[in-house]
């Protein structure tokens, strides 16, 4: 039957009409709110806003059919334009299943089919039966691996017995908690939250905003930081809440040379990725993480990446570093690990310095005329020595046998573990004033979910940005 054209679930009109209302609800609310109120204009114009959405919904979901050929994946689509795509298996790089509200309400979920170098997934299933999405995913699967044994049996390689390779991590909700706490994403809420009080004046009654303008006038400095404290706290507790809700029963399972991640708890969303494609693992520490000892570790893999972390996948959202090593040689064991051995030398602390010390500098002269900020003027110059100190710190490198380990960061301590075979361009770089100093940079790509990713450090010893040229070359 999976070999037979098919409609997706009747649901798929409800998502696509939700996502075009969506458009258009600021040109309704812009038509009633401007003209004259009751003209026939207004009316016959909204009548257009939403039958039209309504009609283009329903004749998308007819002519929207998809079907599973011997070799590929078809989908014919289309509104005026028919649109015909043809995927073939063997590009395909992963099978992203989603279940968002309005999938959960009708039982159905979203797939997403995924290839390498595409700037967007190229086969989006939006309404579909989980069993169907399943079997799905279990046929592009058996395919692959099909074509990885033909491979093994022409080049007559002895295959690798993993049958019996069977892994498995979960996060419980008390460190998902603590997750939340230590994302740093506060930061963000607060910027919302202040965004919000600044156009109160518009949201409220002219006679409420009164009164609440008149009660903080009277307010002391104390009340003000117990005000700004409790906004605070609640920036913290909904952060810390969506992202409980976002890892909610989160587990990642290994089964042979396939990483199966899911998540979410109102959004369900199921990761495959196999281990053969993955690029490289980051592992990333957070400031406030630092001092709890855990990361989030990712992963860097071919094909279309998860939007909601910058093209990567989360293969753990919350570990002790010290169970890292344990933790990659389990789930990826062709990546190897190791502790950072190689820091920046002590002459490229004025280097990190320089750069931070001359932007708060600038930001600093540029307010320090400002009555009662001279004193707020020199702490910026403090925090840019703090923060190139901290740069210095974080920078280093290990060189294994078929991988390179980078660190760096700013207030996010950021740790890149790169196979050999997996880089696609190593350039060393040296400024006139890095010469001076016998200092290089090394920048390392790779290729990531949509175009290449590049990490770096600053500084380091010349005669070590040189072992590593040698190294890769």
């Not at 995924?114 to 967007?120: I, P, V």
């Not at 909700?173 to 506060?186: N, R």
């Not at 949201?203 to 609440?212: D, F, R, W």
């Not at 075979?421 to 190593?426: A, D, G, N, S, T």
Request: aromatic share 14%.
């Amino acid at each position: 039957m999976m070999y037979e054209p098919k409609r997706q679930h009747p649901a798929y009109i409800l998502s696509v009409l939700i996502e075009q209302i969506r458009n258009i609800i600021i040109p309704i609310i812009i038509l009633f709110v401007s003209g004259d109120k009751g003209s026939i204009f207004q009316y016959l114009f909204a009548i257009v806003l939403v039958v039209f959405p309504v009609v283009s919904a329903i004749i998308k979901w007819y002519r929207f059919t998809y079907y599973v050929t011997e070799d590929g994946f078809r989908i014919r689509s289309g509104l005026f334009v028919i649109e015909n795509t043809f995927i073939q298996k063997e590009r395909i790089q992963s099978v992203a299943i989603n279940a968002g509200f309005i999938q959960q309400l009708f039982h159905v979920v979203s797939v997403r089919i995924e290839t390498a170098g595409g700037k967007k997934a190229e086969g989006v299933l939006n309404a579909i039966p989980k069993d169907e999405a399943l079997a799905l995913r279990n046929e592009i699967l058996q395919f692959k691996k099909k074509k990885i044994d033909e491979v093994q049996t022409t080049e007559k390689s002895e295959p690798v017995d993993e049958s019996s390779v069977d892994f498995t991590a979960k996060v419980d909700f008390k460190k998902l908690i603590l997750a939340g706490i230590t994302s740093f994403e506060v930061g963000i809420a607060f910027a919302v939250l202040a965004s919000l009080f600044s156009q109160i004046e518009d949201l409220l009654p002219n006679s409420v905003y009164e009164a609440i303008y008149n009660q903080i006038q009277s307010f002391t400095y104390m009340m003000f930081f117990i005000l700004f404290l409790g906004c605070l706290l609640l920036s913290l507790f909904f952060t810390t809440l969506r992202y409980v809700l976002k890892f909610a029963n989160f587990t990642v399972h290994r089964k042979e040379t396939q990483l199966m991640i899911t998540r979410g708890l109102f959004e369900k969303n199921e990761f495959n990725v196999s281990i053969k494609r993955i690029q490289g693992v980051v592992v990333e520490e957070g400031i406030f993480r630092q001092l709890f000892g855990y990361a989030t570790i990712y992963v860097e893999a071919v094909g279309m990446g998860d939007s909601q972390e910058n093209g990567r996948h989360v293969l753990h959202p919350f570990i002790k570093m010290k169970h890292v090593p344990e933790f990659l040689t389990n789930f990826i064991p062709s990546i190897s690990y190791d502790a950072i051995s190689h820091r920046a030398p002590k002459r490229a602390r004025k280097s990190y310095y320089s750069w931070s010390i001359l932007i708060f500098l600038i930001v600093a002269l540029a307010i320090v005329l400002l009555p009662f900020v001279q004193f707020w003027a020199l702490g910026l110059v403090l925090i840019g020595v703090f923060i190139g100190e901290i740069r210095y710190r974080y920078a280093g490198y290990t060189l294994l046998d078929r991988t390179v380990i980078l660190q760096s960061g700013f207030f996010s301590r950021t740790t890149a573990i790169i196979p050999r075979e997996r880089i696609q361009v190593l350039i060393g770089k040296q400024s006139m004033l890095q010469k001076r100093a016998k200092l290089k940079s090394i920048y390392i790509t790779i290729l990531s979910s949509q175009f290449g990713r590049t990490y770096k450090v600053k500084h380091l010893d010349e005669k070590d940005v040189n072992r590593m040229i040698g190294w890769f070359s």
